[in-house]
């Protein structure tokens, strides 16, 4: 005799949306890391940011990316983690665009640019995120 469990898919179920938006984060986040701590002295001029900064966040960026990604391949994405990696994800946005803003350090043009276009890209990613785990969906 084989006895089987199982639940409803409507408690279980995580939507596409939700899950999309975390694993995307945890796709770009973990290898951009990657690049961006095996080339942290050659991107040190061009960007105007110390390399160790860049090592530093290089290596933030690869735990946090795999951090990322172990939340996105749950067999049910948590709503509450989610939220919070979104507003994490928010916050680090706003924190660049500040560092811009407020002349903060001695980037250079590109850097500037760069800085300000993932703080953009980020900023959306976060929004993005919260609004998937705040979603009510209906089965």
């Given at each position: 005799m084989t006895a089987t469990i199982t639940t409803p898919a409507t408690t279980t179920a995580t939507p596409k949306l939700l899950r999309e938006a975390v694993l995307l984060d945890g796709f770009a986040t973990l290898p951009s890391g990657?690049?961006?701590?095996?080339?942290?002295?050659?991107?040190t001029e061009p960007f105007g940011i110390p390399a160790g900064v860049l090592l530093g966040a290089g290596l933030f960026f690869?735990?946090?990316?795999?951090?990322?990604?172990?939340?996105?391949?749950?067999?049910?994405?948590?709503?509450?983690?989610?939220?919070?990696?979104?507003?994490?994800?928010?916050?680090?946005?706003?924190?660049?665009?500040?560092?811009?803003?407020a002349g903060i350090g001695e980037l250079t043009t590109l850097g500037s640019v760069v800085?300000?276009?993932?703080?953009?890209?980020?900023?959306?990613?976060?929004?993005?995120?919260?609004?998937?785990?705040?979603?009510?969906?209906?089965?």
């Open positions: 990657v690049l961006l701590a095996a080339l942290a002295g050659v991107l690869v735990a946090w990316g795999a951090a990322v990604l172990f939340l996105g391949f749950r067999p049910v994405v948590n709503r509450r983690a989610t939220i919070a990696v979104g507003i994490v994800n928010m916050v680090c946005a706003v924190d660049g665009l500040i560092v811009q803003l800085l300000v276009a993932l703080s953009v890209v980020v900023l959306a990613l976060g929004a993005l995120q919260v609004f998937a785990a705040t979603r009510r969906t209906h089965a």
